[in-house]
């Protein structure tokens, strides 16, 4: 598995990215996938995932409502859409693999991560 995400950057607060996620290898269509975010002195955090078939989706309450998970199998490439951001939201964001095809919500649920891109948002 190779996952390399991109679309990072700086945005102004209320500003909006797209982060794209892609498989090159082209194994995780069977597999739900999900959106890690860190900042610098903090801890990892699960921000959105997905199911294998893109019908089941989970959000962290700090994102919900502004920031939208998808995929397309048929690109391999997974997309984090993050609308009205705030300063809060500048973390490194990468993609993982989930073990299993349904949503995986527990970090533990994850075997492989990707490089990650930056996201930062000034205020």
């Known amino acids: 598995v190779q996952l390399q995400a991109s679309g990072g950057g700086l945005v102004q607060a209320g500003g909006s990215l797209r982060l794209s996620c892609a498989d090159s290898?082209?194994?995780?269509?069977?597999?739900?996938m999900g959106w890690f975010r860190q900042a610098p002195g903090k801890e990892r955090e699960l921000v959105a995932a997905?199911?294998?078939?893109?019908?089941?989706?989970y959000y962290a309450d700090s994102v919900k409502g502004r920031f939208t998970i998808s995929r397309d199998n048929a690109k391999n490439t997974l997309y984090l859409q993050m609308n009205s951001l705030k300063s809060e939201d500048t973390a490194v964001y990468s993609c993982?693999?989930?073990?299993?095809?349904?949503?995986?919500?527990?970090?533990?649920?994850?075997?492989?991560w990707g490089k990650g891109t930056q996201v930062t948002v000034s205020s």
């Open positions: 997905i199911s294998w078939r893109g019908d089941n989706t």
């Open positions: 290898r082209r194994t995780s269509s069977n597999n739900g």
């Open positions: 993982a693999q989930g073990r299993g095809s349904l949503v995986p919500t527990k970090e533990y649920e994850y075997r492989y």
